[in-house]
């Protein structure tokens, strides 16, 4: 018994931290495969899966500019560094018979391909996971941003933002013992109040093309799956 899913077409947003397991760098291959699982579970629902993956693991353009980069090249090392871990997905992804590209905002053909929209849906209709790397190919940018650009871009008709908690709460809850989660919250509130979901240029984006973003745990296992057949906790920003 499947169970009625309602979406169609989501792009999964997961930071590269979430690759990087309990290691203070880099990525932890049980961890990029504990991910990829979920990715499969979703995609065995018949739903059609973007993915963008962060850097942070490997590289923050901020964090090279305050060390004495020059923030464009230190940019540019980030978008790289997404690439990476796209890479590291793919493989994951594969090796479980997930078919996968990785699709880059900056040309590099042997490793990947180039970022061609209509290709990329394409892709999508065939039931190809899409990994869209290298951001938006422009520094001064997150790939919160790139992630909202490239889910308007392939009509997704949400962003699932995978984070460690279940949702978007009024403070930290791994703090205070009695900070409440929002079941829904509004992009200005999430604005106005800071609440840390994605940056404040995604959330705007997201927000002049009503894009649901779903904030779940990526902790839980099978959770991911749980939310698409309708189950579990989690916010809706809208
Ligand atoms: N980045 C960029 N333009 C983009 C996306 C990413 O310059 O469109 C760079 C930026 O330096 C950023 C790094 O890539 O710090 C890694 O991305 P991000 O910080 O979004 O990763 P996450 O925090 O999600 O792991």
Same mark, same amino acid.
């Given at each position: !018994?499947?169970?009625? %899913? ?9 930071? $590269?931290?979430?690759?990087? +397991? ?23 629902? /018949? ?12 590289? =923050? /353009?901020?964090? +090279? ?15 790289? #560094?997404? %690439?990476?871990?796209?890479? #590291? ?7 479980? /018979?997930?078919?996968? =590209? ?18 990329? %849906? ?27 650009? &490239?889910? !308007? ?42 609440? $840390?979901?994605?940056? #404040?240029?995604?959330? #705007?984006?997201?927000?002049? !093309? ?11 296992? +099978?959770?991911? &799956? ?13």
């Amino acid at each position: !018994n499947e169970p009625i %899913v309602k979406y169609k077409r989501v792009l999964l947003k997961i930071s $590269g931290e979430a690759l990087m +397991g309990d290691q203070g760098y880099g990525l932890h291959p049980p961890t990029v495969e504990r991910i990829a699982r979920e990715v499969k579970s979703v995609r065995d629902l /018949g739903v059609e899966i973007c993915m963008v993956i962060g850097g942070g693991n490997i590289f =923050r /353009g901020l964090a +090279g500019s305050a060390q004495g980069m020059e923030r464009t090249t230190a940019d540019y090392m980030g978008m790289l #560094a997404t %690439v990476m871990n796209a890479l #590291a997905m793919q493989g994951a992804l594969e090796s479980m /018979g997930v078919f996968t =590209r990785v699709i880059s905002a900056i040309p590099m053909d042997q490793v990947c391909e180039p970022y061609i929209r209509r290709r990329a %849906v394409r892709h999508l209709e065939k039931k190809r996971v899409c990994i869209f790397a290298a951001g938006t190919g422009n520094p001064y940018f997150t790939t919160d941003t790139a992630a909202t650009l &490239r889910a !308007n871009e392939m009509s997704c008709e949400a962003i699932f933002k995978g984070t460690k908690v279940d949702g978007v709460y009024d403070m930290d809850p791994k703090k205070h013992a009695h900070a409440k989660r929002y079941d829904t919250v509004s992009y200005d509130e999430v604005l106005q109040k800071n609440l $840390g979901v994605m940056d #404040a240029s995604a959330i #705007a984006l997201a927000r002049d !093309n009503n894009l649901p973003i779903i904030v779940f745990s990526l902790d839980e296992p +099978g959770g991911f &799956r749980g939310i698409l057949a309708g189950q579990g906790t989690y916010t809706r920003v809208q």
